[in-house]
């Protein structure tokens, strides 16, 4: 598959590749374009258009909360992983305006910035950020499996 997004990506528009590369295509290709050519470009290349208005993967609202683009892969693809759902809740702190962002979501955020500005292009931003998000990743896994001791210890 191949998808498209704007150029000089932070978090949202990174995080989607990754979920994506992770667990829906290893295969996948990206390309960042300017904010304007989004639709076109998707158009003209067949792919699949996300973080751009009026693109089927992009922010919405649940219950009242703004929902970011990862989550929308999240939803279009069926990924249930409880990891992965603890993650976004990191992600859409990072990307949202909310009224009560996860703490680690500041630190995300910060990283994307920092990452943002050495990188040489989206690509090399990709890769470069690609292990945090593994590492959150494994974090999410962990914090779970933590809370689960813990809720059964106590049972």
Not at 4 to 16: G, M
Not at 45 to 55: L, M, R, V
Not at 100 to 121: I, Q, W, Y
């Amino acid at each position: 598959m191949k998808f498209v997004t704007r150029e000089k990506a932070k978090v949202d528009r990174i995080a989607c590749p990754w979920v994506i590369k992770r667990f829906v295509d290893k295969e996948a290709e990206f390309l960042f374009v300017p904010k304007e050519k989004v639709l076109e470009v998707a158009k003209k290349d067949g792919a699949i258009p996300f973080d751009t208005p009026g693109a089927e993967i992009f922010h919405y609202e649940e219950r009242g909360e703004e929902r970011v683009s990862f989550d929308a892969v999240i939803r279009k693809y069926k990924l249930t992983d409880p990891a992965l759902l603890d993650l976004a809740e990191i992600v859409r702190g990072a990307d949202a305006n909310l009224a009560h962002p996860r703490a680690e979501s500041a630190g995300l955020e910060a990283l994307a910035m920092g990452f943002r500005a050495v990188a040489k292009d989206d690509h090399e931003n990709m890769r470069l950020q690609f292990p945090a998000y593994d590492a959150l990743y494994s974090y999410c896994q962990q914090r779970l499996k933590d809370r689960t001791v813990l809720t059964h210890t106590r049972a």
